[in-house]
């Protein structure tokens, strides 16, 4: 990961011990990451904007709400921040839960510093790639939505028969003359800014909502 996008992202560490936390947040700092420090899921919840890339180093043993309780409110919220467990008590059933439920890895303490910083490291890379790919997903339902009611009838007759896209098929179909077809699909292209119906399905595939 380049040193732009480490220092764009953030390290959200949510543990109930002062030592530990303090102890993290020194040692992640001193190796160039953004860190910021939480005493409680509650209180993460309370201050953390999902706008903000990165990822979480969360603690399995929290009062209130456990770590395994803070991801499902997360997951719930459709907030998909990657997380680090790291526990001091946590059996094999708790981190086959977690893992089960998406988290990045499930840390015994005590742990080498390294294997967090890779945990890290790999966690950062997995949220800029989420961020990347829900960008190019409202992009595409901008641009889907641009489309007419008689476009998106045709568009979406052509994602759904990618083999049978002709004009005449098309028109035969939808009762309308092939030449008033390929004038849709040219105004379709134009719009979704793709030169090809292979692009207008593989842009559908990203949306599934969208047909």
């Known amino acids: 990961m380049s040193n ?3 220092s764009k992202s953030t390290v ?3 543990d109930d011990d002062d030592k530990i936390r303090t102890t993290l947040s020194r040692a992640l700092t001193k190796r160039q990451f953004n860190v910021r420090s939480f005493e409680s899921a509650v209180r993460f919840l309370a201050e953390y904007d999902p706008a903000k890339p990165g990822c979480l180093v969360l603690d399995y043993g ?4 456990n770590g395994l309780e803070l991801q499902r409110v997360l997951a719930d919220k459709q907030i998909t921040i990657p997380i680090i467990f790291i526990s001091g008590h946590g059996g094999v059933p708790e981190s086959v839960q977690a893992m089960k439920a998406g988290a990045v890895d499930f840390l015994e303490k005590p742990f080498r510093q390294h294997v967090l910083v890779d945990c890290i490291t790999a966690a950062f890379a997995s949220d800029m790639a989420m961020r990347a790919l829900e960008v190019d997903r409202k992009s595409a339902r901008e641009r889907f939505a641009t489309l007419t009611t008689r476009e998106r009838e045709i568009a979406n ?3 759904a028969n990618p083999s049978n896209t002709a004009s005449k098929e098309i028109g035969r179909e939808l009762s309308i003359s092939p030449r008033t077809v ?5 105004r379709i292209l134009e719009k979704m800014d793709i ?3 292979a692009e207008l399905i593989d842009l559908s595939n990203s949306v599934a909502d969208l047909i």
């Open 195 to 197: 030169n090809s119906v």
């Open 62 to 65: 929290l009062p209130e709400m």
């Open 4 to 6: 732009d996008q480490t």
């Open 182 to 186: 390929d004038h849709h699909r040219a």
């Open 157 to 159: 007759f052509m994602i």
């Open 12 to 14: 959200f560490l949510i």
